[in-house]
């Protein structure tokens, strides 16, 4: 069962999550959600998955390995925070969790009920529009807690602040 959105009832204020990862085309979902959340009165979520180290290693490594990756995932929020707070005059709130990203996703959103949007950019690549984005608006579409958003990767800063 589906955890009720309470996003617009009183106490609560929506929000608007979006991931934060290496890829080309982040910088233009957290575009899209910072002048979006700015537009509407909402929040924004940055969200950073650091993938579990894949084996058991020798004498700590694999905890070296999971700290780098977290300062990596922090990293990589600071700096979309500060394009965020550029961009939309609002500060994120930031999250980091260890896990498969899109599983880690939706627990994110099953746990906080305020989060109203997903919001996600497509790669252009031949690979497809990226693997987040067919996780999550694959086959789970038609049953995902929420609506999600997908920015085209091919549009300019220009026309994503015309569409948000």
């Not at 309470?6 to 575009?31: I, M, N, Q, T, W």
């Not at 939309?88 to 996703?105: F, I, M, N, Q, S």
């Not at 038609?142 to 609506?147: A, K, N, S, V, Y």
Request: include cysteine; proline fraction near 5%.
């Amino acid at each position: 069962m589906v955890k009720r959105r309470r996003s617009y009832e009183a106490g609560h204020r929506p929000k608007f999550l979006a991931v934060v990862d290496d890829s080309a085309e982040c910088a233009k979902a957290v575009r899209f959600a910072a002048r979006r959340c700015a537009r509407v009165g909402a929040s924004i979520v940055l969200l950073g998955v650091v993938t579990p180290p894949e084996h058991e290693t020798w004498l700590g490594v694999g905890e070296v390995m999971q700290a780098e990756a977290e300062a990596q995932a922090e990293a990589l929020i600071d700096a979309a925070a500060n394009a965020v707070r550029t961009l939309a005059g609002l500060e994120p709130e930031k999250v980091v969790r260890t896990g498969v990203k899109a599983d880690e996703v939706v627990k994110l959103i099953e746990a906080d009920e305020d989060i109203s949007l997903l919001v996600l950019a497509a790669g252009t690549g031949r690979d497809g529009p990226g693997p987040l984005v067919s996780a999550l608006a694959g086959k789970s579409a038609g049953t995902f807690p929420i609506p999600v958003a997908i920015v085209p990767g091919f549009l300019e800063d220009e026309e994503i602040d015309a569409l948000a």
